[in-house]
T-cell receptor, first 113, second 113 residues
Framework: AQSVTQLDSQVPVFEEAPVELRCNYSSSVSVYLFWYVQYPNQGLQLLLK??????LVESINGFEAEFNKSQTSFHLRKPSVHISDTAEYFC???????????FGQGTRLTINP | NAGVTQTPKFRILKIGQSMTLQCAQDMNHNYMYWYRQDPGMGLKLIYYSVGAGITDKGEVPNGYNVSRSTTEDFPLRLELAAPSQTSVYFC????????????FGPGTRLLVL
């Protein structure tokens, strides 16, 4: 069965500093990977996804993630964070057999002014 | 499109009471899911459905029941509420295919006392 590990439960950073949220997945022949964001008191929404092709994928608000097959990782990065990025971030992999997402435990990103 | 809608937003139940959490989507998606989210625990899949009339258990189905009589609706039933079912419940839907985005509802916060 697929599994996802998010290595940090909480990440505090200062505004305008860079950030990396780490995600590792269990190895598989082919994987489809996702990052979801949950702003306070809201549901989850898709941030970005890797399906195939370029290993670097980007979101519209400056986040990017790189698929690294040899390290089975899909880390999320942003070069300069803003207060509005305060949220919980979930990494997920698609279980293709059952057509369902398997989520990591989540990483709470806190931005300090 | 309204997307995925959930009712109620918040509910307090007494131990042993029953209730139904409603979920509806207007995107004609085949796949629908129910998750629960507890602090620091990520999302746990309760039940899911791959189409009308077809449901299957997720990781934590005990104490819950579902039905899928139409494509649009996927209600979650709690028969005998227990304090362990205090949680935030999210419904989600997606279309068929690995590339499809999963959309989440705003959540139902349930407190069992």
């Amino acid at each position: 069965a697929q599994s996802v590990t998010q290595l940090d439960s909480q990440v505090p950073v200062f505004e305008e500093a860079p950030v990396e949220l780490r995600c590792n997945y269990s190895s598989s022949v082919s994987v489809y990977l996702f990052w979801y964001v949950q702003y306070p008191n809201q549901g989850l929404q898709l941030l970005l996804k890797y399906l195939s092709g370029s290993t670097l994928v980007e979101s519209i608000n400056g986040f990017e993630a790189e698929f690294n097959k040899s390290q089975t990782s899909f880390h999320l990065r942003k070069p300069s964070v803003h207060i509005s990025d305060t949220a919980e971030y979930f990494c997920a992999v698609l279980d293709q057999g059952a057509q369902k997402l398997v989520f990591g435990q989540g990483t709470r990103l806190t931005i300090n002014p | 499109n309204a997307g995925v809608t959930q009712t109620p937003k918040f509910r307090i139940l007494k131990i042993g009471q029953s209730m139904t959490l409603q979920c509806a989507q207007d995107m004609n998606h085949n796949y629908m899911y129910w998750y629960r989210q507890d602090p620091g625990m990520g999302l746990k899949l309760i039940y899911y459905s791959v189409g009308a009339g077809i449901t299957d258990k997720g990781e934590v189905p005990n104490g819950y029941n579902v039905s899928r009589s139409t494509t649009e609706d996927f209600p979650l039933r709690l028969e005998l509420a227990a304090p362990s079912q205090t949680s935030v419940y999210f419904c989600a839907s997606r279309d068929s295919g690995y590339q499809e985005t999963q959309y989440f509802g705003p959540g139902t916060r349930l407190l069992v006392l």
